[in-house]
């Protein structure tokens, strides 16, 4: 029988809830996003993430937009105070 999952207060949703298997990346940020960020919000991330990616053109093989969308992350999470940055994206209009 396989152990339970290991589960993290999760920043972003503010519960108990699955963790992340891996740590994100190899550093102190990583580290810190294993300790304290769940499965859930994680995914949250990666579907919003190409949001910010597209709309300002994002180039992750440069140490600039690496940093920017670092920085987003930070925000997205609760890392970090301040405001996510503008996208293109705008939520549907609801028809009725």
Do not use: H
């Amino acid at each position: 029988m396989s152990p339970p999952p290991r589960t993290v207060f999760c920043k972003k949703l503010k519960q108990e809830l699955p963790g992340l298997p891996f740590k994100p990346f190899t550093d102190a940020f990583g580290q810190e996003i294993y300790d304290n960020v769940s499965m859930q919000a994680w995914q949250m991330w990666l579907r919003e993430s190409p949001r910010y990616i597209n709309t300002r053109g994002v180039d992750l093989q440069s140490a600039d937009g690496r940093e920017f969308l670092r920085q987003q992350m930070r925000i997205f999470f609760g890392f970090d105070d301040g405001e996510m940055a503008a996208t293109a994206w705008r939520p549907p209009v609801d028809q009725e």
